[in-house]
């Protein structure tokens, strides 16, 4: 069965210091990727999804970037945090193909402060 | 654009009452997805039921119930004898693969089911 790991659960950070999230998919191959925000009580946003390695979209401009090193590897990082980065990160994967729905980790809590 | 709204944003019942949770969405295509999850407090999200454009057909699993409307752009989720443990916010999603991987959320409805 595929298992999806993000990591870490929780995370504080002061501003202006580097991130980094790193999520993992098993039991599948050429996973679609994705990267969700979920800002306190609102809904979610995608920032990025990869079709494939070293192939990254981005739906929002922001300080934020994301890489996929590796077939079933995803990254979410950033050089230098604003508090407004603050929020609920959810990495997702999907098989290829049109009906497959998105299954979730289990997300990342990140505080700026 | 893509949309999907959930105009319900709280919703509080007594437990084994039945509640309806409301999804609108606004597609570019003929061909899309409809998906609905639900986020515990626990924080992950939990997907609960596809649905494709070409299929009309509503479907029940067990306390769970979905109508889907074509005619109205609608997806909307039931469920019958509620109970605490469905106290949850409820996101329906949808998908058009003409556009894109992306899939697109509704704002969520936070149900809280009270003993």
């Known amino acids: 069965s595929q298992t999806i790991h993000q990591w870490p659960a929780t995370l504080v950070q002061p501003v202006g210091s580097p991130l980094s999230l790193e999520c993992t998919v098993e039991?599948?191959?050429?996973?679609?990727l994705y990267w969700y925000r979920q800002a306190a009580g609102r809904g979610l946003q995608l920032l990025f999804y990869?079709?494939?390695?070293?192939?990254i979209s981005s739906e929002v401009p922001q300080n934020l970037s994301a890489s996929r090193p590796q077939d079933r590897q995803f990254i979410l990082s950033s050089k230098k945090l604003l508090l407004s980065d603050s929020g609920f990160y959810l990495c997702?994967?999907?098989?290829?193909?049109?009906?497959?729905?998105?299954?979730f980790g289990n997300g990342t809590r990140l505080t700026v402060t | 654009a893509q949309k999907v709204t959930q105009a319900q944003t709280e919703i509080s019942v007594v437990e084994k009452e039945d509640v309806t949770l409301d999804c609108v969405y606004e597609t570019r295509d003929t061909t899309y997805y409809l998906f609905w999850y639900k986020q515990p407090p626990s924080g992950e999200l939990v997907f609960l039921i596809r649905r494709n454009s070409f299929d009309e057909q509503n479907e029940i699993s067990g306390r769970y119930s979905w109508n889907f409307q074509k005619s109205t752009s609608s997806f909307n989720f039931t469920i019958t004898a509620s109970q605490v443990v469905d106290s949850a916010v409820y996101f329906c999603?949808?998908?058009?693969?003409?556009?894109?991987?992306?899939?697109?959320f509704g704002p969520g409805t936070r149900l809280s089911v009270l003993p």
């Open positions: 999603a949808l998908s058009e693969p003409a556009y894109g991987q992306n899939f697109v």
């Open positions: 997702a994967w999907k098989r290829t193909g049109n009906n497959s729905p998105l299954h």
């Open positions: 039991g599948t191959s050429n996973p679609n």
């Open positions: 990869s079709v494939g390695i070293g192939q």
